[in-house]
């Protein structure tokens, strides 16, 4: 069955750094394209950053832009967010999703917290 499975959160210092991972199975990961969200407590639910299927082109929120880095590694079913000064305002449960056509597939998330 499809799978996509985060892992990297954690507890991070205000701007330190994180790496977060995502794999996917059961489908033709090269062929989606794929996004990391992120939700707090309380807020709705945020588009963080995408990468097309060939990782030819990407697309960050401007709380993130120059922060983070989407990339993606098709040979390993895998894609990326790597994210650096972070701050407090960071803080969510972050999910990978997998998009083609009518094909939508979510992570479980994984936590980052960003406290002193």
């Not at 507890?11 to 794999?23: A, D, H, K, T």
């Not at 639910?45 to 990468?51: N, P, Q």
Request: charged share 15%; aromatic share 12%; glycine share 12%.
């Amino acid at each position: 069955q499809v799978q996509l499975v985060e892992s990297g959160g954690g507890l991070v210092q205000p701007g330190g750094s994180l790496r977060l991972s995502c794999v996917g199975s059961g489908f033709t990961f090269r062929m989606y394209r794929l996004s990391w969200y992120r939700q707090a407590p309380g807020k709705e639910r945020e588009l963080v950053a995408f990468i097309t299927s060939t990782g030819g082109s990407t697309n960050y929120a401007d709380s993130v832009k120059g922060r983070f880095t989407i990339s993606r590694d098709n040979a390993k079913n895998t894609v990326y967010l790597q994210m650096n000064s972070l701050k407090p305002e960071d803080t969510a449960v972050y999910h990978c999703n997998s998009q083609l056509l009518f094909d939508d597939y979510w992570g479980q998330g994984t936590q980052v917290t960003v406290s002193s």
